[in-house]
């Protein structure tokens, strides 16, 4: 049953995630509060225009975000990784707990009805077996709403789609990461995250107390780059990253992509598609939105080093 309170307060809303959150919830009818540390950029200014109401908080100010949750059904909340867009370079996996933990005790603090949090699939493999760090942050910060007692809903989704539309792997004409070219990868695209979190809001009679793995797809390395240069028209080689060479840079991502090639999320994808039926695969993705993100950055990128 949808509750009676229509407001929800999405944290991060000027981000992949938030912004796509909040698209969904104002086309189902809710009152959004999206918080945002600047009110008056670009994105807070378009999120204003669809019907938001922009507010200014800061995930490592646990009051303004108290306020900001006054009165509020819902919380959304999703805190960037290390090395994600728009963090600083000595942004850390304790300054992403922190920030999470200060989230979950606003919302305790104001009384919040709903709380649905976005971990990462895998992340309670923690207990049983040596996973990245980004996947043990999530995990603290999901163990801390669980301490807190909040009625919350966790999803857990395995590696975006938008990841191949920027420099993280599009490369001097090639798509580059990690991941060995036979190594499947489960995918998820952000748009489908936000759909189910609207939906977790719509029903939290069926979704407080669970905690969901989501993915849609599953490629390999080689496959996506297919994909990509048939939407694209164009031929897009795959070319893998020597793990050393990644270790040059830093053990921890090092290791998150062996732990990708050898153990990865293990996401069961018939029961995305049982809770979101109209979920897409990469194919979809590519068709609707993902060509034209890449071709955006492609051609605003150099001629040579692109994405570096």
Known sequence: MTPKNRTVVVVGATGLQGGAVTHHLLRGGWQVRALTRDPNGTRARALARAGAQVVRAQMEDVASLTAAAKDAWGLFSVQPTVGSPGTSPDFTTEDEVRWGVNVAEAAHAAGVGH?????????????????????????????????????????????????FTG???????????????????????VDDVGFITESAFRHPEEWIGRAVSLAADELTPVQVAAAIGKALGTALPYVR?????????????????????????RADIAATRRIHPAAMDFSTWLERTGAAQISAFLDSAPTTGQGA
């Not at 990644?246 to 999320?265: H, T, V």
């Open 167 to 189: 420099g993280y792997a599009l490369r001097n004409g090639s798509l580059s990461t990690g991941i060995a070219p036979d190594t499947v990868q489960q995918l998820m695209a």
């Open 241 to 265: 990253i020597p793990i050393e060479a990644i270790r040059d840079l830093s053990e921890d991502f090092a290791y998150a992509n062996e732990w990708l090639n050898e153990r990865g999320y």
């Open 115 to 163: 709380l649905v949090f976005t971990s990462v699939a895998g992340a309670e493999r923690h207990l049983s077996e040596k996973v990245p760090v980004n996947l043990v942050s999530k995990w603290r910060i999901e163990q801390h709403i669980a301490r807190l007692g909040l009625p919350a809903t966790i999803l857990r989704p395995a590696s975006f789609m938008e990841n």
